[in-house]
């Protein structure tokens, strides 16, 4: 297992990335997968916007991208997470930084074990998903 994270011309750095690298492997324990190679590449909003023009051909920008190379149920892929976007959403939904990059981080994590979001019942499951494990988080480290 090989979780890994990147920063592309960004000047944010995620602080305690071994617990977090921790947590998202135990997240795909509890879905039942095993954790393969996995990367989070965080970028700024110019780059996620040309990713989602490229590969998904939406002309907007976005939080989280997820590119899924899954074999069998081992689960490989690259989480692209826009920190532009993720800063603006804290503020928006009045959440701590820290709270909405974990949050976007599992929400790509479980987008690669076969969750969607297409629909709206399929968002409030992933919805209700998300949550779960930030508070699984939360206890595991007594806060954010």
Known sequence: MAIKIYYRDVKFRL?????IKQWIGEVIRAE?????DLSFIFVGDSEILEINKEFLEHDYY?????FDYHNGDIINGE?????????????RYT???KEEILR?????????????DDEQIQKSIMRQKEDQYLADYKKMKNGF
């Open 15 to 19: 602080g305690k990335t071994k617990d």
């Open 32 to 36: 039942g997968k095993k954790p393969g």
């Open 62 to 66: 976005t939080d989280v991208i997820a």
């Open 79 to 91: 989480i692209y997470l826009s920190i532009d976007t993720i800063r603006k959403n804290a503020i």
């Open 95 to 97: 959440k701590r930084l």
């Open 104 to 116: 976007v981080m599992v929400h790509g994590t479980l987008h690669l074990t076969g969750y969607s």
